[in-house]
């Protein structure tokens, strides 16, 4: 993304992108909390653009290297040549460097964000012997979702405490209702069909759900919806399928699909 592309569509709900711009003019960098499927991604894509500046996401994993994000020598044509990494090229290029869910990876691989987090604003080569200062257009931020949060799952409290955090939710009903039509094409009504069945499912969090509906699946289901998948079983396709396996929670699902989504004749626009 360098920023001449159409904006990324993402409606604020609080004073985040405010949060967001503030700390980037000021260097620092920012920690994005909330749930799978919230908007955290789309979020960034959007801030990157109105700053003018590429992206280079990173989706984050359990063997994630320290060389990964940095970089490493690789031979070509015979010879021994250095690659830079995703963190490395952001730094050189003034970019915004996304580590998508940090958590997922070793600490000690994160620790290698550390000097770039804080005052310093440096990443050290130690292969090649160099560090690189990072210029005022680079921006590191990084995100994971809380509910994931384990003993072995979490970030540092030395990492946490380099970052402005901003913490990211599901937006109110009829800023979802909005996105959800923006997105899939789908009438408002049947996109208020769908956020309505997500509020019901929310509130069934820690009821056998490890995760419950996110936006991000209400998109989908429109998306089936407007390519003339009937509302329900684009629903139980979209929202309840990917929740769950266990047969008596889906059929709960089922019920709730039923009760909240009309189905037959594709709803007016």
């Known amino acids: 993304m360098t920023g ?7 409606l604020a709900v609080a004073d985040e992108a405010e949060v967001f711009r503030a700390a980037f003019r000021r260097g620092l960098s920012v920690l994005l909390k909330g749930p799978t499927g919230c908007g955290k991604t789309r979020f960034v894509e959007a801030m990157a653009h109105d700053l003018g500046r590429p992206l280079i996401t990173v989706a984050c ?3 994630l290297t320290a060389a990964d994000l940095v970089g490493r020598f690789l031979l070509k044509g015979g010879e021994t040549v250095w690659m830079d990494g995703p963190l490395t090229r952001a730094v050189r290029e003034g970019a915004v460097c996304y580590l998508d869910e940090v ?4 600490q000690d691989t994160t620790v290698v964000i550390h000097p ?11 292969r090649l012997g160099v560090t690189i200062e990072a210029p005022p257009e ?18 540092k409290d030395s990492t946490r405490q380099r970052m402005v955090a901003i913490e990211l939710g599901f937006p109110p009903a009829d800023v979802e209702e909005r996105v959800v039509t923006h997105e899939s094409g789908v009438a408002p009504e049947r996109a208020a069909e769908l ?3 997500a509020e019901a499912i929310r509130r069934l969090e820690g009821h056998g759900l490890r995760e419950v509906a996110s936006t991000r699946v209400l998109v989908a289901a429109g998306l089936l919806i407007a390519e003339g998948v009937a509302p329900r079983r684009a629903a ?34």
């Open 4 to 10: 001449k592309e159409p904006r990324p569509y993402y």
């Open 61 to 63: 994993h359990e063997d």
């Open 103 to 106: 958590v997922e990876t070793r």
């Open 116 to 126: 770039l987090a804080d005052h310093r604003r440096q990443l050290p080569l130690e």
């Open 138 to 155: 680079f921006c590191l931020v990084v995100s994971y979702n809380p509910g994931y949060q384990s003993v072995l799952k979490d970030l």
């Open 195 to 197: 956020v309505r069945l």
């Open 236 to 269: 139980l396709a979209a929202i309840a399928g990917p929740l769950t396996d266990d047969h008596a929670l889906m059929a709960g699902l089922a019920r709730l699909v039923e009760a909240y989504v009309s189905d037959g004749s594709p709803l007016p626009r």
